[in-house]
Nanobody, 116 residues
């Protein structure tokens, strides 16, 4: 089981930026793909962004394309989500996990709140 710790969330005005980080435990981080996901109040958790093991391939939900960028640093066992041009509808708890996600690996997430 991998331990995942998300950080970097906060309160930001619409149009602002945040960078989320996800630190993973273990020695095999560089061998698996990672994803960012989010869950807004009253809604199902949804996919946000994907990055393959090397960082050479990424993919995004249509709702964040052109505004969010996922990256990783395998030397630091960390994956990032750079979020620009934030909108109120981006308000959610953001989680990282392997992609496809492992149910037992979900962490506490980090809250992102975008005010209008």
């Amino acid at each position: 089981q991998v331990q995942l710790v998300e950080s970097g969330g906060g309160l930001v005005q619409a149009g602002g930026s945040l960078r989320l980080s996800c630190a993973a435990s273990g020695r095999t981080f560089s061998t698996y793909a990672m994803g960012w996901f989010r869950q807004a109040p009253g809604k199902e958790r949804e996919f946000v962004a994907y990055i393959n093991w090397s960082g050479g391939r990424t993919d995004y939900a249509d709702s964040v394309k052109g505004r969010f960028t996922i990256s990783r640093d395998n030397a630091k066992n960390t994956v990032y989500l750079h979020m620009n041009s934030l909108k109120p509808e981006d308000t959610a708890v953001y989680y990282c996990n392997k992609q496809p996600p492992v149910e037992s690996d979900w962490g506490q997430g980090t809250q992102v709140t975008v005010s209008s």
